[in-house]
């Protein structure tokens, strides 16, 4: 069975912290469900870790569409978070049709969305529809053209912003609110205003919960790793060097053997070749 909002909502309320990792197919939600994360994130950071773009800007609903399928079909017990893309919910109607989409033919069970006081009447209006939404302030990666890669919130006024987002996000209905890139006595201080949970990435060890990109946790990349993450494991060179012995073995004739081929009984084999000997070429 699958974990619920009300499960979220209930690991805050006795304290227990609160995993979540980034997902973007059936193979990495399979391992992540497997390790008992509550939480699976379809970011549209798809669009620079799996598709190559610059950001997340070019990330389309049809490709959310596409990789939160995956991810719902590899996983059974976690509950599934789909990113709303840039643009996509620019309007109440646009965000109904856009969430529609994440919940009836994806199969998520929630969509996340960034912004605070600006898109609070969209959220409203999801939840009363019965569309769980998380919430995303601070840094939000689909406005960096406007507000650039920093830390949000080092500013009194721009601090007390986000204290105001983060409480409007909760009136309107979100479940719970992510914290990127904030301060992290500011995190702290939105986390004790709160009643739902906030998931911090780069925001200190305060927030409710934590998330972090599947690539980043994993060493998916051999010569970058944010601030804010960790690895737990150097998967780049790990796969480099299996690679590199394959191609090795493939080429030295070595790979495969005769443990990874099939067997053919040889009169059958000669049965065959005498059938195609025996019959007349054009």
Not at 127 to 135: F, K, N, S
């Amino acid at each position: 069975m699958r974990t619920t909002i009300r499960d979220i909502q209930k690991l805050k309320e006795r304290g227990e912290r609160i995993p979540m990792v980034t997902a973007y197919d059936y193979t990495s939600a399979q391992l992540a469900d497997r390790a008992g994360v509550p939480l699976l994130l379809v970011g549209d950071s798809l669009g620079m870790v799996v598709l190559g773009y610059g950001s997340t800007v070019p990330v389309t609903l049809d490709e959310m569409v596409h990789h939160s399928k995956a991810v719902v079909r590899g996983s059974q017990q976690a509950l599934v978070v789909g990113d709303l893309p840039f643009l996509t919910y620019a309007s109440v109607d646009q965000a109904i049709h856009s969430a529609g989409r994440m919940l009836q033919e994806a199969g998520v069970q929630a969509v996340k969305l960034e912004g605070g006081v600006t898109v609070a009447p969209t959220v409203a209006r999801l939840v009363a529809l019965g569309i769980p939404v998380m919430g995303h302030i601070g840094y939000t990666p689909q406005s960096e053209h406007q507000i650039g890669r920093r830390v949000q919130g080092r500013q009194a006024n721009e601090a007390g912003q986000l204290i105001e987002d983060a409480l409007a996000l909760e009136a309107a209905g979100a479940f719970a609110i992510v914290l990127e890139l904030v301060p992290a006595p500011l995190a702290h201080a939105i986390t004790a205003r709160l009643h739902i949970p906030t998931i911090g990435i780069g925001a200190g060890v305060a927030c409710d919960g934590q998330v972090q990109v599947w690539h980043d946790i994993l060493g998916l990349y051999s010569d970058f790793t944010p601030r804010h993450t960790r690895r737990y494991a150097h998967l780049a060179e790990t796969i480099g060097a299996a690679l590199t012995s394959y191609v090795a073995e493939v080429r030295a004739g070595t790979f495969p053997t005769a443990e990874q081929s099939a067997t053919m009984d040889e009169a059958t084999l000669q049965a065959a070749l005498d059938q195609v000997q025996a019959q007349p070429r054009d």
